[in-house]
């Protein structure tokens, strides 16, 4: 059991983080309103916890303009999909 513990990740223990990347797994990228309508979250809920994920260099944003108006679009890392895959194969350990 320990042995399946120490493969969480803290970085994804929040409900707002773990939606963040599962969005990200799927898509290519996505935008930052696309992520606030998609968990229901606040602007500056859904940025501090993008900044998290970028300080763990699991994610990285990219910033465009549409219309003279700055669209942010935000990817997974190679390192954040490995690290949420080993998160999310320790979870179907644990519920085994």
């Known amino acids: 059991m320990k ?11 929040n ?7 599962s969005a ?3 898509n290519e990228a996505v ?5 606030k309508d998609l968990l229901g979250v606040t602007d500056g809920n859904l940025a501090s916890h993008l900044k998290s994920l970028e300080k763990s260099n699991y994610i990285i944003y990219k910033k465009d ?3 003279r108006k700055t669209n942010t679009s935000y990817s997974a890392t190679p390192k954040g999909k490995k690290a949420f895959i080993k998160h999310l194969n320790a979870i179907e350990k644990l519920l085994k």
């Open 3 to 13: 042995e399946v513990l120490k493969d969480l990740d803290k970085a994804f223990e």
């Open 24 to 26: 990200l797994m799927v």
């Open 15 to 21: 409900r707002t983080r773990l939606g963040i990347m």
């Open 65 to 67: 303009f549409l219309d």
């Open 31 to 35: 935008d930052f309103n696309s992520l």
